[in-house]
């Protein structure tokens, strides 16, 4: 059976870099492809610039969804998509990470005929009260291609009964994503002088999580170990903060640290740049540990646990939860060793590999 229209659903930030590489690939093999845009983020700084600066195709489809509580927020985007992919008969649908858009794409397509594939399997924190976990774990269950970055995953994948045949590990298309923009970042962005930046003189922040932002006491610990933290390295810290980050800043009342600068969202090549040249990343996000890990720059993050746990095991990452003592512990570990670990996501080929597998090895659904 030949493959010759898949679909694409993304929605947030995270989905559109990450998926970006395999839009470029379905591109570069002219395999017609229908891009499903859920509208779970809709600001202009967390969406369309990044539609621009990697020169992606408009979405096919727009659902505009935006923000809601998450059954009505998914519900929505089910119904959107299952009415789309009826129309358009696509022989897959792929799905990336573990948003609520990533579920939505994994109950339309899994009661269709339509396969799914699911970019990073297997990935899991082990921690159910987190909404990405009950969304990667259903999806990855839904899913007939189950694209895992490294065979730690994969062997999380197995523990769960699912079947070998449904696993191929691809390595993680964020490092495709580094690799196609890494030196465009360093000839096209000037985002070090416009925030008066010196290289290795800083430190970035990223902080966005749910079960750390809507907590008043996860988030006011994480901001005082931030604090101590640029006490500590005599550094400014910058924070690119996330709408939901703020919206909560101001609805706690909580007073910003002098030593930390707020600026808004940044585009990819910016905030790529913003990494490399960063003598520390301290951080929450997922995407941002992988790429700090890529980057060979130090990572401590502010989570109690991680799905991705091949960065703490090559010495790139450290968990720091949100206590302010064990966050400038952490720091300082990071900081004491040299920055000389193997990136365990692969070599940037990720991408080539998920069309391969589609275009070439075909699972088979059964519909009942
Ligand atoms: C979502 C994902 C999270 C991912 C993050 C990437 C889920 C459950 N969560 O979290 O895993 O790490 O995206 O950034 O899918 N808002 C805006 N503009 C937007 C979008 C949101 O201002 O374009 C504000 C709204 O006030 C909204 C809040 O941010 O209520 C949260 O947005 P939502 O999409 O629910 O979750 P994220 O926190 O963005
Ligand atoms: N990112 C960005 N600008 C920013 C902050 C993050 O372009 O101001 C990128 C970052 O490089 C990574 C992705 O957004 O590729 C991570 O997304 P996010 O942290 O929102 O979500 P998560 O990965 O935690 O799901």
Known sequence: MTVDRIAIALGT??????MAPVIRECE??????????????????????FFDQLELPEPDYHLGVGSDSHGQQTAAMIAGIEEILLDTEPDALL??????????????????DVELGHVEAGLRSFDREMPEETNRVLTDHAADYLFAPTTE????????????????????????????????????????????????????????RAENVDSRDRFQGLL??????????DAEVVYPIHPRAENKLDEFDIPVPESV????????????????????????SGGVQEEACVLQVPCVTLRDNTE??????????????TDPETIVQSVLHMLDKPADWENPFGDGTTSKQILETIMTKQTVKVIQ
Request: negative net charge; proline residues 2%; aromatic residues 4%.
């Open 261 to 284: 600068r707020l600026v808004e969202p940044q585009d990819y090549l910016d905030f790529l740049k913003l990494q490399d040249n960063a003598q520390l990343i301290l951080t929450d």
């Open 28 to 49: 570069r093999r002219g395999l017609n492809c229908d891009l499903i845009h859920t509208g779970q983020h809709y600001s202009d700084n967390l969406d369309q610039v």
């Open 224 to 233: 005082a170990g931030v604090e101590e933290t640029s006490h500590l390295l």
């Open 153 to 208: 995953s994969e062997q999380y994948l197995l523990d769960e009964g699912i079947d070998e045949d449904f696993i191929h590990v691809v390595g993680n298309t964020v490092v495709d994503a580094v690799h196609q923009n890494r030196s465009l970042a360093v000839e096209k962005s000037d985002v070090l002088d416009t925030f008066g930046l010196e290289s290795r003189e800083y430190v970035l922040l990223t902080a966005h």
């Open 13 to 18: 930030r995270p989905e559109i870099i990450k």
């Open 308 to 321: 991705r746990p091949e960065t703490v095991d090559v010495g790139a990452n450290k968990l720091a939860g």
């Open 95 to 112: 799905v990336q990470g573990d948003t609520n858009s990533v579920l939505a794409g994994a109950i339309a397509a899994s009661k269709l």
